[in-house]
């Protein structure tokens, strides 16, 4: 049995089925991410974990013990809200010492206590400030200061990010995941953002619809998507309509040029079938030997800094491509005729 | 241009319709003694040993009933927050009944409940009797009292604050003790100083109950006196100033005040 | 678990605390032929050529009392919401100052002002003691109708939605009557309710400028009569509930409710 | 003088001196950004083109006639707020067609021009609901029907999309774009998100403390920044420590290894610079001859999704790289050792 176990779990609210049947066993340590839209049911899963929500079927296991009877504040687990949620009318020291202090701990060990984890979190000077003084980071920084104090078993982390600016956020991220590298601790993360999930997780769920959709180590999450949800929400795919010209040896055609897929199709001869694929494996020109090529105009291209995005039209189709900004050559133009390649192997059907 | 024209006028007007009355009162309180001001009136009434013991009696009263109203409002207004929003709605019409509700109304019904042959004759003495005045009083000052502890409460994310505690170990009682009751104390104050006010100058219920409050002394002597009256809403408005100005003082004295206003 | 008690306990206790007084007046006044329960009080009271000029006199002062309030406080509380918000605090106090000004200061002002040797005799005739009673009543109803409005303004956002309409070429009455108004109607009108209950209800004021109104003739028929103020007062709390339901069926019917509430 | 001219506009707020001194002139037909980080003036800026804010000094001026003393409802102009700012008790196409009744025309005109209004922001079908009924991206799409009903002059936008989820942000950037081509409506849009700025404009008003640091097209901002300001503010930016060894040829040294810039520098020999690197230009291995390569050890891995971010430890140096996910192979792991390179023309100094 791993060390936190979720089995079975299940939960209404009135006739909604919020939590359909969701089961994950997380070892010591790991680092899980909860990715999904909202309304997904991955909120509704943690707070079942930390106890604010009693699962209506299922069982929770901490460390082999059953905790779903247990009320959160018996469960030993430390949790970081989106809105800080710390206690405005405390500094920064007593907020990170109230979990100590609930604990009944002698008050040197709590000082000592809330020193370290705020050195932790890079805010040994702030202690005797107030919640309203820090910026938004700082106070997610206290807030998971404050979780971590009291050495819980779990951690559970609910969107700790989303009201951050961009640039906070993406720096923000790294510093948990490198907290809870070194301090070994088992979280679970949720939140609706891939980017986060894909560089902070150990393994990713994906939820839809109270189910698990699929779970597994990031780059077999972006890579190898188990469905077509999975592959829409984990990044972003371009779909081309093609008509199957040979299925046993993959041959199909698009905007009457022919692909080469390399591999048996499942589709008969002649029908139609769409093709994925992500925008970053699309390049321009022809660059590998063994690489599919086809032949389109430039309809538009977005300058997002790093990368140009460009859209080639095929016919009917589009396919949307990524390319780094190089500083010495300009992209190309709208109305170009422009040549792009791809791995057959890239191709997901 | 014109805009900002009107938007004066409407300030200033709005100081004039409140100062002016309160400018001739207090003229008036000065002039006992003909042709010059003098604080006579003032030295009458604060001699009279009626407003002593009216005023010390509403005083206790008022205090006893922001005890009562603070008991019942924190905890309901808290848990509506937390657990039953869907009951605002009808917690709010009911804290507003007492404004609909004339209080010669809830008098008549309390004297009817609670005279010397009912079940519980709280008017047959002089304590119950003060009793059942303060749960009058209580009433009166609900609606302002839940007001200004549920304005209070919305400030803070009383929800994610109460889970952020449970996950940290807390029970229910440091929680309110801890978290709730200390950030929502400006709002609590500012629920009991208009309690005060309220109780200070409550006339109807008082009269009807036949206790000696401040209410019905007040009726008495602008009845009878001149100047007197006069005097003593100068002395009713600067002790409730008084108040306002401790209230300030707290807030100030607060080191985390931004949030919790 | 323990909480659930609580609160719930809260709940009905709440519910008590009105309802229990409500129900005895009500059947008090239903107690008036001996030995059954019969609607004879209200047919009495109905009778009272007195009741019903009083009562029409106070809905008329009501309903000029609640356009003074509107055209008073609609337009300083939108301009404090859309350039002076550092005024907020300031005529927020000023609002809440009939609160702890007890109205019996604020007559002995007007009739210090305006009696028949001031330099505006409104005292001197009815009408014109009736437009001080009218702006009696406004100040006593300020603090409701200001807080009402000022929160419908808050709402919705009162800057951006101005500018917006400024943007689209629209000049200051337009937006005051096509986007402020409509978007605070139901903030006016239980301001207004609340007006009307207090005007209807109101005492001091009236008996003391000597008005045939509705406040004064409860209290003389309350000392008088034992079954009638009963009645009365069921009629009274039936009218505000008539209200309540009236507001609610206009906020039901206004199709964009959901933001503007 | 050009079609939208600011020029030498200043504005303060008490003593605080928020726009210093700022002049452009703007094209007919042209997408302008004011880019910056919040406080910059550049909403300052925008609201005094609105007329909401007047100058203390300076004019403005549009297709050749000074606005300065017009009033909002007098310049012509069409705005879209952050907030919306759509009137909650008008139905959309009331929304939409409030500016043609203030202006005082028909009422089978007002329904025909709400008609193409909508169809133009693809909400054909949603004229009869009201705001709320709308989600937020539809609210902004309405918001932009209602300023461009009234065929303004100048049509501004105040961070439209900032309070819209990511993936709508994108769409609708594209949209307001196309929609603003097809016009040919002068445009000034404010943003603080560089993205937004990059890909959607013609030319890019990059705001600092009150001052235009750069103007130019996003190719440019991107790729020759005027100022430090700049580079680090749009883009992500590797700053290395290199000491200069030969000032006359470029030569320079980085953490033990040799780097030939391939230029003269300004700084003497034995001096320390910092080189600028944008993550995107460092690749992992040697791909092209002339490029300089450096050796370092493979720090950390993030997997964001299309982009790998490696960061690789240079002795006290840190770069980091981006390179795009390829479906076969995994990304390094870390503790590797590895090559990067990079043309020597995409280093900034």
């Given at each position: 049995?791993?060390?936190l176990?979720?089995?079975n779990?299940q939960?209404?609210y009135?006739?909604?089925?919020?939590?359909?049947?969701?089961?994950?066993?997380?070892?010591?340590g790991?680092?899980?991410?909860?990715?999904g839209?909202?309304?997904c049911?991955?909120?509704t899963?943690?707070r079942?974990v930390?106890?604010?929500?009693?699962?209506?079927?299922g069982a929770i296991?901490?460390?082999?013990?059953?905790?779903?009877?247990?009320k959160p504040?018996q469960r030993?687990?430390?949790?970081?809200?989106?809105a800080?949620?710390l206690?405005?009318n405390?500094?920064?020291?007593?907020n990170v010492?109230?979990?100590l202090k609930?604990?009944?701990?002698?008050?040197?060990?709590?000082?000592?206590?809330?020193?370290?984890?705020?050195?932790?979190?890079?805010?040994k000077?702030?202690?005797?400030r107030y919640p309203?003084?820090?910026?938004?980071?700082q106070?997610?920084?206290v807030?998971?200061a404050?979780?971590?104090a009291?050495s819980?078993?779990?951690l559970?982390?609910?969107e700790?990010?989303?009201?951050?600016?961009a640039?906070?956020?993406?720096?923000l991220r790294?510093e948990?995941?490198?907290?809870?590298r070194d301090l070994?601790i088992t979280t679970?993360?949720?939140?609706?953002d891939?980017e986060?999930?894909?560089?902070?997780?150990d393994?990713?769920v994906?939820?839809?619809?109270g189910?698990?959709?699929q779970?597994?180590e990031p780059f077999e999450?972006y890579?190898?998507?188990?469905s077509?949800?999975?592959a829409?929400?984990?990044?972003?795919?371009n779909l081309?309509?093609?008509t199957v010209?040979?299925?046993s040896t993959?041959r199909?055609?698009?905007a009457?040029?022919h692909?080469?897929?390399?591999?048996?199709l499942?589709?008969?001869?002649?029908?139609?079938v769409?093709?994925?694929l992500r925008?970053?494996t699309?390049?321009l020109?022809?660059?590998?030997?063994g690489?599919?090529?086809?032949t389109?105009?430039?309809?538009e291209?977005?300058f997002?800094g790093s990368?140009v995005?460009?859209?080639v039209?095929?016919g009917g189709?589009h396919?949307?491509?990524d390319?780094?900004n190089?500083?010495?050559?300009?992209?190309?133009s709208?109305?170009?005729?422009?040549e792009?390649?791809f791995?057959s192997e890239?191709?997901m059907? | 241009?014109s805009?900002k024209?009107?938007s004066?006028?409407?300030l200033?007007?709005g100081?004039l319709y409140?100062g002016?009355p309160?400018l001739?009162?207090l003229?008036?309180?000065?002039?006992?003694?003909?042709?010059?001001y003098s604080?006579?009136a003032?030295?009458?009434v604060?001699?009279d040993?009626?407003?002593?013991a009216t005023f010390?009696?509403s005083?206790?009263?008022a205090?006893?009933?922001?005890?009562?109203?603070?008991?019942i409002?924190?905890?309901?207004?808290?848990?509506?927050?937390?657990?039953?929003?869907?009951?605002?709605?009808f917690?709010?019409?009911?804290?507003l009944?007492?404004?609909?509700?004339?209080?010669?109304?809830?008098?008549?019904?309390y004297?009817?409940?609670?005279n010397?042959?009912?079940?519980?004759?709280l008017t047959?003495?002089?304590m119950?009797t003060?009793?059942l005045l303060m749960?009058g009083y209580?009433?009166?000052?609900l609606?302002?009292?839940?007001?200004?502890?549920d304005t209070?409460?919305?400030?803070?994310?009383?929800?994610?604050l109460?889970?952020?505690?449970?996950?940290?170990g807390?029970?229910?009682l440091?929680?309110?003790?801890?978290?709730?009751?200390?950030?929502?104390l400006?709002?609590?104050?500012?629920g009991a100083f208009l309690?005060?006010?309220?109780v200070i100058g409550?006339?109807v219920?008082?009269?009807?109950?036949?206790r000696?409050?401040?209410?019905?002394y007040?009726?008495i002597?602008?009845a009878?006196r001149?100047?007197?009256?006069?005097?003593?809403?100068?002395i009713?408005?600067?002790?409730?100033?008084?108040?306002m100005?401790?209230?300030?003082?707290?807030?100030?004295?607060?080191?985390?005040?931004?949030?919790?206003?």
């Amino acid at each position: 049995m791993a060390f936190l176990d979720l089995s079975n779990l299940q939960k209404f609210y009135g006739t909604n089925h919020v939590v359909k049947d969701f089961s994950i066993g997380i070892e010591k340590g790991e680092f899980i991410s909860f990715l999904g839209p909202s309304g997904c049911g991955k909120t509704t899963t943690l707070r079942m974990v930390a106890g604010f929500e009693v699962p209506d079927q299922g069982a929770i296991s901490i460390d082999g013990q059953d905790v779903v009877r247990l009320k959160p504040n018996q469960r030993n687990i430390g949790m970081v809200f989106q809105a800080y949620a710390l206690f405005p009318n405390m500094t920064v020291a007593q907020n990170v010492g109230f979990g100590l202090k609930i604990a009944g701990k002698p008050k040197d060990q709590i000082a000592e206590r809330v020193t370290e984890m705020l050195a932790l979190v890079g805010l040994k000077d702030f202690g005797a400030r107030y919640p309203f003084q820090l910026s938004g980071g700082q106070q997610q920084r206290v807030a998971l200061a404050r979780a971590l104090a009291p050495s819980p078993q779990v951690l559970l982390l609910d969107e700790p990010l989303s009201a951050l600016d961009a640039k906070i956020r993406v720096s923000l991220r790294e510093e948990i995941r490198n907290i809870q590298r070194d301090l070994g601790i088992t979280t679970i993360y949720v939140t609706h953002d891939q980017e986060e999930a894909l560089s902070m997780s150990d393994r990713i769920v994906v939820m839809h619809d109270g189910i698990a959709e699929q779970i597994g180590e990031p780059f077999e999450i972006y890579n190898k998507p188990a469905s077509r949800f999975v592959a829409e929400f984990v990044g972003t795919l371009n779909l081309i309509d093609a008509t199957v010209e040979d299925s046993s040896t993959g041959r199909v055609k698009v905007a009457g040029q022919h692909l080469e897929l390399g591999r048996s199709l499942e589709a008969v001869n002649g029908a139609t079938v769409s093709l994925a694929l992500r925008p970053e494996t699309v390049r321009l020109g022809r660059i590998a030997d063994g690489d599919q090529t086809l032949t389109g105009l430039v309809e538009e291209v977005s300058f997002l800094g790093s990368v140009v995005r460009i859209k080639v039209a095929l016919g009917g189709n589009h396919i949307v491509l990524d390319t780094f900004n190089r500083t010495i050559s300009k992209p190309p133009s709208i109305g170009d005729q422009i040549e792009v390649s791809f791995p057959s192997e890239s191709v997901m059907i | 241009m014109s805009k900002k024209i009107w938007s004066w006028l409407a300030l200033v007007f709005g100081i004039l319709y409140f100062g002016l009355p309160l400018l001739g009162t207090l003229e008036f309180s000065l002039k006992m003694r003909r042709g010059v001001y003098s604080l006579d009136a003032y030295a009458a009434v604060l001699n009279d040993p009626q407003f002593r013991a009216t005023f010390s009696y509403s005083v206790i009263m008022a205090l006893f009933t922001i005890v009562l109203g603070v008991i019942i409002v924190v905890p309901t207004a808290y848990w509506v927050q937390l657990k039953y929003r869907r009951l605002r709605p009808f917690i709010e019409f009911i804290t507003l009944l007492p404004l609909v509700i004339p209080p010669i109304v809830v008098v008549f019904g309390y004297i009817r409940l609670y005279n010397t042959s009912s079940w519980l004759p709280l008017t047959g003495s002089a304590m119950g009797t003060n009793i059942l005045l303060m749960f009058g009083y209580a009433t009166l000052s609900l609606p302002y009292m839940y007001r200004a502890v549920d304005t209070g409460l919305r400030a803070i994310d009383v929800r994610t604050l109460t889970e952020a505690a449970e996950s940290l170990g807390a029970n229910w009682l440091t929680i309110m003790t801890r978290v709730i009751m200390p950030n929502v104390l400006v709002a609590i104050l500012s629920g009991a100083f208009l309690t005060f006010a309220i109780v200070i100058g409550e006339f109807v219920m008082a009269a009807l109950l036949n206790r000696p409050a401040f209410g019905p002394y007040l009726q008495i002597m602008g009845a009878n006196r001149a100047y007197e009256p006069a005097a003593l809403a100068v002395i009713a408005f600067a002790i409730t100033w008084a108040c306002m100005g401790l209230i300030q003082l707290v807030t100030r004295f607060q080191k985390f005040s931004r949030v919790a206003r």
